[in-house]
């Protein structure tokens, strides 16, 4: 790695064994608790987060070679399943739990 384009990020003291990314979404969700957005603002966060996951899931996609995207295809019956669990068990599920607790669920 070049030194000059090395990122140093900061050491977390030995007797603190938490990952940094954590520690950077705990603050996120602090953050947010203490300083939330509202009106426009959480329009714009909104369609920025929105835009975020895609572009998560873009990457991650571009990044498989096209050999392991034909080798997942093999996997025909998991991916069925994901499927009926998504949009029928669970929407059953909740027509099923509303049906007996009306009062809860709204």
């Known amino acids: 790695m070049n030194r000059r384009t090395s990122r140093r990020i900061p050491a ?3 007797w603190l064994p938490v990952d940094p ?3 950077a979404l705990i603050g996120t969700v602090v953050l947010a608790a203490l300083l939330p957005v509202s009106g426009r603002g959480a329009e714009v966060a909104g369609g920025a987060s929105t835009g975020a996951v895609a572009l998560l899931f873009f990457l991650y996609g571009a990044r498989l070679s096209t050999a ?3 080798d997942g295809l093999k996997h025909w019956r998991l991916h069925l399943t ?3 669990c998504t949009f029928l068990v669970f929407p059953l599920f909740g027509l099923a739990s509303h049906g007996l607790v009306p009062y809860v669920l709204t």
């Open 82 to 84: 994901v499927l009926a």
């Open 21 to 23: 990314y954590i520690l």
């Open 68 to 70: 392991e995207a034909l």
């Open 12 to 14: 977390l003291p030995s």
